[in-house]
């Protein structure tokens, strides 16, 4: 139905930055919400930023001012950008999308498999 690939997670040093991406793909769908969650080792995963398809955004307190979401609807593709990266950043970031099989009219919910971010100290 629809698949979500992440790119551009790795190894950063605490002040760095990193820019993921997250495609949607597949077959007769349209996506609404998108947004980014993360879960570092032992904890909870955690909603760090979402958008809506009007490009409304919301972030988590720890991220504001530091992460920005953005999205290209003509290719179904959420970013974020990472600023002013900490250690306490580093976790697996997965992506999540809200999205209408037109086959079906459902809204389905679908995850990626995750990109890990590491920041050193």
């Known amino acids: 139905q629809v698949q979500l690939v992440e790119s551009g997670g790795g190894l950063v040093q605490a002040g760095g930055s990193l820019r993921l991406s997250c495609a949607a793909s597949?077959?007769?769908?349209?996506?609404?919400?998108m947004g980014w969650y993360r879960q570092a080792p032992g904890k909870q995963r955690e909603l760090v930023a979402s958008?809506?398809?009007?490009?409304?955004?919301h972030y988590a307190d720890s991220v504001k001012g530091r992460f920005t979401i953005s999205r290209d609807n003509a290719k179904n593709t959420v970013y974020l950008q990472m600023n002013s990266l900490k250690p306490e950043d580093t976790a697996v970031y997965y992506c999540?999308?809200?999205?209408?099989?037109?086959?079906?009219?459902?809204?389905?919910?679908?995850w990626g498999q995750g990109t890990q971010v590491t920041v050193s100290s």
């Open positions: 999540n999308a809200d999205a209408i099989i037109l086959v079906y009219m459902k809204l389905l919910n679908y």
């Open positions: 597949g077959s007769s769908f349209t996506i609404n919400a």
């Open positions: 958008i809506t398809s009007g490009g409304s955004t």
